[in-house]
């Protein structure tokens, strides 16, 4: 039996007890600290003999793909609608222009050639696509927003401006250029959102949108009519600018931007330079809108100067001609889901060619009307079907914006060189050759249709060989 001895320490035992029971866990807690540091030590000296890699190659998984268009639903429609305003207000207002040659024609506002006075209208609509260059990959930034206000309001102040001016090069920066800046803004962007949004109903929601530009082409040219013996000239103006601004006020509260590419691109996708098949859709182009513009500048001054109509009508023609585009727009676009757009935009603009020919042997008032309507029907094809064939050249649809924007930056060189081409041509009020101006509006459309119908056949033909080897 053994005794343990405790100090006489003034304690009393339970105090001491209590005192060991501290001692025995402070104790245990430098062991565990003790246990830690070696087990930190042995860690450090581990990590430093193991020798370090270098940086994963892939740090960050690749962004997911985006979902594929929704094809419908409220917001797809909506976006429809929104783009119908904005082609109501880019389109329309260039397919407006007819009025304004032929008002300028009569030198009460300004005094120049048939030519000059076409340069205002070409440099307006050659500033709508090639802006499209630029515009098309800011597009594909992400920056729609930012597009589609600027687009605005350059629009709205350049015809307020327009309605102040008072000399030729007045009019070219505020009708041309302002304007033009204004629509190229909104044009080039709007046809590279609308494929985001829809599939299969491409065509038609396209063509949809697209009723807008000839809606604008209706209205604008008659309420410049109705205005212009009332309010004059300026006031005219500035009521289309009010137009403008009331109704461009749903797209820029509706639409946005659905997919959004996952990196910064250059503004020339390299890609299409490569490929065959877009240069020959562009350039193709490039001669259909030349003679387009032959026929949007100088139908209603046609009809006044060879007195087939009178003044009123003459004016009129304008709207008709952009009512006849409106079902030229809808009809085909919707054809096109069925037979193709290749296959639909080739007949069609062959045929619009072939109605600038028929202006040859026009004689009265009757025959010219209908002409209209027609040129403008099958002109349809071309407003409506470029964006949707881009879009079927291209595979990434990421760059849609860009492609679309390279294609009519280069179409836009037709529409430049179309009206003062023909209004040379023309020549003066004393010996004006009208045949000279359609065979030569005619020619382009029919050669470019029949490119048309040499791409729509490789494009089978690719299609045909895709299936077989499926």
């Not at 007890?17 to 430098?30: A, F, T």
């Amino acid at each position: 039996m053994s005794v343990e001895l405790v100090p006489n320490t003034g304690m009393s035992s339970s105090a001491i007890r209590q005192l060991d029971r501290d001692n025995m866990e402070s104790s245990d807690e430098q062991t565990i600290s003790g246990n830690n540091n070696t087990q930190t030590f042995e860690k450090n000296v581990s990590d430093s003999e193991t020798p370090k890699m270098g940086p994963p190659l892939i740090r960050d998984a690749p962004p997911a793909a985006p979902s594929p268009p929704p094809d419908g639903g409220l917001a797809a429609w909506l976006h429809v609608a929104g783009g119908f305003m904005i082609f109501f207000n880019t389109w329309g207002i260039m397919n407006t222009f007819g009025v304004f040659q032929t008002y300028y024609e009569s030198g009460a506002f300004i005094h120049a050639s048939s030519s000059a006075i076409s340069w205002i209208g070409s440099v307006q609509a050659f500033i709508v696509m090639a802006t499209g260059i630029v515009s098309g990959p800011v597009h594909d930034r992400g920056y729609f927003r930012a597009l589609l206000f600027t687009g605005s309001f350059a629009i709205v102040f350049g015809h307020m401006m327009l309605s102040i001016s008072s000399e030729y090069w007045q009019v070219i920066l505020s009708q041309g250029v302002c304007v033009g800046l204004g629509a190229g803004c909104l044009f080039t962007p709007t046809v590279s959102l609308l494929p985001t949004y829809f599939s299969r109903k491409l065509g038609l929601a396209m063509g949809l949108a697209l009723v807008g530009s000839s809606l604008g082409g209706i209205i604008y040219p008659i309420v410049m009519y109705r205005l212009l013996d009332t309010l004059g000239f300026s006031w005219s103006v500035r009521v289309v600018a009010f137009i403008a601004l009331g109704t461009l006020l749903l797209p820029c509260a509706v639409m946005r931007i659905r997919v959004k590419t996952a990196r910064p691109r250059a503004l020339i996708d390299l890609t299409a330079l490569k490929d065959t098949k877009y240069i020959l859709f562009t350039l193709s182009c490039l001669l259909a809108f030349m003679g387009f513009s032959v026929i949007q500048f100088y139908l209603s001054f046609f009809a006044e100067s060879r007195g087939l109509t009178g003044r009123d009508m003459s004016f009129y023609l304008v709207a008709v001609f952009n009512a006849g585009s409106c079902l030229g727009r809808v009809l085909p676009s919707a054809l096109s889901d069925w037979l193709g757009p290749f296959n639909t935009i080739a007949p069609g603009t062959a045929v619009f060619g072939v109605v600038m020919f028929c202006m040859l042997a026009v004689r009265n008032e009757a025959g010219v009307v209908v002409l209209a309507v027609l040129g403008g029907f099958f002109s349809g094809v071309l407003i409506a079907l470029p964006p949707v064939c881009y879009a079927r050249l291209t595979e990434d649809k990421a760059v849609i914006g860009t492609r679309i924007g390279m294609g009519f930056s280069v179409i836009a060189f037709g529409m430049l060189a179309g009206g003062p081409g023909a209004g040379s041509i023309l020549g003066g009020p004393d010996d004006q050759h009208w045949t000279s101006v359609w065979v030569f509006g005619g020619a382009v459309a029919v050669a470019a249709g029949f490119f048309f119908s040499v791409l729509a056949i490789w494009q089978y033909r690719a299609g045909k060989k895709t299936n077989s080897v499926a």
